[in-house]
């Protein structure tokens, strides 16, 4: 706590951030705020046609014409793809490794347990942990090796904190993504790299009409008291978290009931605050145990 009220604001204008899945939903919306900042951006995304329209985007909220904005397509779930990406990212900043990266490709694709198979179980850990994994390794061993300070942004959800029915092949991918960033902060302090991490609920992005076509109806039914948000508005808490230097970024008031009620080792981000979001947290746990 000490810590975080003498951390420098952190401030994206003339830095190079790199957006994995950055051609619609939250990574756009993050790549967006980023430019509209002064940033130098690259996207990265396996959808070539949605890359083109995306790139058309950012074009409208540039602020100088001397930000560099790119778009490449690769695929980021195999550990070469990942450092193919890196290299062309690269490429245009005279070789030197982007200075925060923001992963936010993915996908989730609910159903029972029962209905899995061997391909879509593969799928959906490729899609939740693979795919930011072999970013994360490849990224952080090029900032150590250049021995710059940078950030690492990963995406989770509030699946990363409490699974629930339907999330069986996608909970494990979310948790384990958690896990490796709750390890990696306490690694990356011998280098100087921040670490965060973020927790978002129900979005209303192009990936959500996805979701639901194989979500059971059960799951849809538990989920809807949640009002769910926008891929713009929940960039902003996102970036907001980003530039505070808060660890586990949740930016709505369930996500904050669950970091700070099940946050394990990951430090508070606020004591006094956080006690509230925890005691809140009990008390329902309490309730429906009743």
């Known amino acids: 706590m000490l810590g975080r009220l003498w951390a420098k604001y952190w401030d994206p204008k003339g830095k190079h951030c790199y957006v994995t899945g950055g051609s619609s939903g939250l990574g756009l919306a993050v790549a967006k705020l980023l430019v509209l900042k002064g940033a130098h951006v690259s996207v990265v995304s396996r959808n070539a046609q949605r890359l083109e329209s ?11 014409q001397d930000q560099v904005l790119k778009s490449y397509s690769y695929d980021l779930i195999t550990a070469t793809g990942a450092r193919e990406a890196l290299d062309a990212v690269c490429e245009p900043h005279q070789g030197r490794n982007p200075d925060a990266i923001f992963m936010l490709a993915g996908s989730c694709h609910p159903r029972f347990f029962i209905e899995e198979t061997e391909e879509t179980m593969k799928t959906q850990m490729d899609q939740t942990y693979w795919v930011q994994a072999w970013t994360a390794l490849e990224a952080s061993k090029r900032m150590v090796r250049d021995k710059s300070k940078g950030k690492i942004v990963f995406h989770s959800a509030y699946i990363g904190y409490i699974t629930l029915i339907g999330y069986a092949a996608y909970g494990p991918g979310r948790m384990a993504i958690r896990a490796l960033a709750d390890t990696l902060r ?14 978002p ?8 009409d996805i979701e639901n076509a194989t979500k059971p109806k ?3 039914k538990i989920e809807e008291t949640d009002p769910g948000v926008t891929a713009d508005q929940y ?11 808060d660890f ?9 009931i669950f970091r700070a009620s099940m946050r394990g080792v990951t430090p508070s981000n606020n004591f006094f605050v956080d006690s509230l979001w ?10 429906y145990v009743r």
């Open 54 to 64: 995306a790139m058309k985007e950012l074009e409208t909220v540039r602020i100088s």
């Open 186 to 199: 306490q690694e990356f302090l011998l280098y100087d790299i921040d670490i965060h991490i973020a927790f």
């Open 201 to 208: 609920g129900t979005m209303y992005t192009p990936g959500y």
């Open 218 to 220: 059960i799951t849809l």
């Open 235 to 245: 960039a902003k808490g996102l970036l907001q978290g980003v530039q505070s230097g």
């Open 248 to 256: 586990h970024i949740s930016p709505d008031l369930l996500g904050n």
């Open 278 to 287: 925890n005691f809140i947290g009990r008390s329902s746990d309490m309730a």
